[in-house]
């Protein structure tokens, strides 16, 4: 069956740095969009960022200038690299595939296990 992989969560300080990684494995063919997701306590889950296949990006304003969200060559990772972390980037991260075609058919909104992100002040 199809996975996606998150690490590289843990613990930092404010002003830190962590990237992220997810790797999506199995029989896949192809995948379109990539995107973090990330969902704090008590909040709804919200879009980090987005990165398609041809490379666009999209970010929420509030990492904008501080994540950067990048494709490994085989196009089956995706990177979030997040500098001068602050304690409201607090979360648990998720990774997202919008649309991937595998052996065993069309997968929409794949999600990963999520990992936690926490920073201390």
């Known amino acids: 069956q199809v996975q996606l992989v998150e690490s590289g969560g843990g613990l930092v300080q404010a002003g830190g740095s962590l990237r992220l990684s997810c790797a999506a494995s199995g029989s896949i063919f192809s995948i379109n969009a990539m995107g973090w997701y990330r969902q704090a306590p008590g909040k709804q889950r919200e879009l980090v960022a987005a990165i398609t296949g041809g490379g666009n990006t999209n970010y929420a304003d509030s990492v904008k200038g501080r994540f950067t969200i990048s494709r490994g060559s085989a196009k089956n990772t995706v990177y979030l690299q997040m500098n001068s972390l602050k304690p409201e980037d607090t979360a648990v991260y998720y990774c997202?595939?919008?649309?991937?075609?595998?052996?065993?058919?069309?997968?929409?909104?794949?999600w990963g296990q999520g990992t936690q992100v926490t920073v201390s002040s």
């Open positions: 997202n595939v919008d649309r991937m075609i595998t052996a065993w058919g069309t997968k929409y909104d794949y």
